[in-house]
């Protein structure tokens, strides 16, 4: 590896927070979300490292299942959008795969479908998001066809929030009460909290909790808690300071020439662009870090740079390193002037960004 634009991940980080998580929902059960390749972390090494204390793993199709399974990983794994097509039936079988059961269609494939060892499935209601899920009214009805279901052998309750990040929105509270409601009188464990959930909602843990984005040390909050708080950032983006240059006032930085030196400026060239997966669309005063100390994007971001301002960082030299996010700098503050969300940053990093693991 030459280009010194790297992810460092800290194994020991997602194990705290699993274990965060875990005190936030006493007595739950945990399914690690490690969908998109471990929100851009690494599916297998995470599976890895939480393989002894997840009770499952819960990834958005069977290729990511598989991958795991290929890994060795034997813990159940959730498919959260369960098949698109009764073509999968014999993998899911195969790998002995946990389906989210979220339509008719898929209910009466899993019926017709010829699986020898029964299945455990989680049967999803949609109690107010509006993306997947039976209607309430017809969720008593799935759920007895599918316990008598051959295919079956055990359902999960669950349903999913829309709102669950917006601290003061009581739409968590209205879908946990549609939810419940229409539950009445059938068996099964409950799950129903995301990150958000499980760090702001305690109402709503029931049985298996559902951590994705906490795992990775980014809260999903709109506003700070003990909780979120506690989290421990496991991804360093790191890139290298390339080229320093001074610029005269007036003159323009980088394509289009969208910053404008007010004053004599001392801009660096930066390892990393939106090749890699940095978002293009960051504007002027985007915060990144060099040696400790916080200074901004100045410029558009290229294919593969980004120029900042080192006017103030006299001892910045030549192959300083750059912080895009990490320890020292939120990612939820690069998202919040990006005008996205941690989630897109970091699944939106690409194969060119190499992930170097530490600390298992
Ligand atoms: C992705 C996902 C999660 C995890 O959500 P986070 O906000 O990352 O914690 C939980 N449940 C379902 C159904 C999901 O799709």
Redesign the pocket.
């Known amino acids: 590896m030459f280009r010194p634009t790297v992810a460092h991940i800290d194994l020991a980080a997602v194990r705290h927070n699993f274990r965060l998580a875990q005190q936030c929902a006493p007595g739950c059960k945990v ?1 690690a ?1 490690i ?1 998109a390749n471990g ?1 851009g972390h690494g599916a297998v090494p995470l599976a890895q490292t939480l393989a002894t204390e997840a009770d499952a793993f ?1 990834v ?1 199709c069977l290729e990511e299942a598989i991958e795991l399974r290929m890994a060795d990983i034997r813990n159940p794994i959730v498919l ?2 369960g098949f698109f097509s009764a073509a999968e039936l014999p993998a899911i079988a195969h790998y002995q795969l946990t389906p ?1 059961i979220h339509n008719a269609q898929q209910l009466a494939q899993l019926q017709t479908g010829a699986i020898q060892s029964p299945l455990t499935v989680w049967l ?1 209601m949609d109690s107010g998001m509006h993306r ?1 899920g039976f209607p309430p009214a017809d969720y008593a009805a799935a759920y007895s066809t599918l316990s008598r279901c051959n295919a079956v052998q055990h359902i999960v309750l ?1 349903s ?1 929030f829309a709102c ?2 917006e601290l003061d929105n009581p739409f968590t509270t209205q879908q946990l009460a549609t939810f419940t409601a229409h539950c009445r009188g059938l068996s099964g464990a409950i799950s129903l ?4 959930a ?1 760090l702001a909602w305690p109402a709503t843990h029931g049985q298996w909790i ?6 990775y040390g980014s809260s ?1 909050l709109d506003r700070v808690t003990a909780n979120s708080q506690a989290l421990q950032a496991v991804m360093q983006l790191q890139a290298q300071v390339i080229s320093i240059r001074e610029v005269a006032p007036g003159e323009g930085i980088g394509y289009g020439g969208r910053y404008r030196c007010p004053r004599l400026t001392r801009v660096g060239v930066v390892s990393i662009g939106y090749a890699d997966g940095y978002p293009r669309h960051a504007p002027d005063g985007t915060p990144v870090v060099v040696k400790g100390q916080r200074t901004q994007l100045i410029g558009r971001v290229s294919m593969d740079m980004i120029t900042i301002d080192l006017t103030h960082l006299p001892q910045v030299v030549l192959g300083d390193t750059v912080e895009l996010w990490g320890k020292q700098l939120n990612i939820n503050e690069v998202a919040a002037a990006c005008g996205t969300l941690s ?1 897109e940053l970091l699944t939106r990093l690409n194969q060119r960004v190499p992930l170097q693991y530490e600390s298992c």
């Open positions: 399914v979300v969908k929100y819960a958005a959260l959008e989210v999803k997947l669950m999913h669950a990040d909290a995301n990150s958000a499980i559902r951590p994705g984005l906490m795992l999903p989630y």
